[in-house]
Nanobody, 121 residues
Framework: QVQLVESGGGLVQPGGSLRVSCAAS????????MGWYRQAPGNERELVAT???????NYKDSVKGRFSISRDSAKNTVYLQMNSLKPEDTAVYYC???????????????WGQGTLVTVSS
């Protein structure tokens, strides 16, 4: 079993900052990619940012220059630092991990439970 524990969501004013974290634990042989997706009401889930085990990053165009993804490989934790937040960033943010299972060596994909980020005055 692999578990993801997210934290750090909340209410922030436009222009403010927030950091969300996601810690992975369990039967992990190797984490390949960690990332964040988001889903606003009435919209489909969309990619926000990802980071690979070689620290290659990818961002949604609308968050480039405002959001920064990073990871602590020793803690199997991924962070998303969100600056200059806008009301349109309001969504449930989901952590995503793609890894190799410790016992079966199969590829697996795990989602977090989601953390709500609300940008409003």
């Amino acid at each position: 079993q692999v578990q993801l524990v997210e934290s750090g969501g909340g209410l922030v004013q436009p222009g403010g900052s927030l950091r969300v974290s996601c810690a992975a634990s369990g039967s992990l042989f190797r984490i390949n990619t960690m990332g964040w997706y988001r889903q606003a009401p009435g919209n489909e889930r969309e990619l926000v940012a990802t980071i690979t085990n070689s620290d290659s990053t990818n961002y949604k165009d609308s968050v480039k220059g405002r959001f920064s993804i990073s990871r602590d490989s020793a803690k199997n934790t991924v962070y998303l630092q969100m600056n200059s937040l806008k009301p349109e960033d309001t969504a449930v943010y989901y952590c995503n991990v793609r890894a190799v299972h410790l016992v079966t060596y199969r590829n697996l994909e795990v989602w977090g439970q989601g953390t709500l980020v609300t940008v409003s005055s």
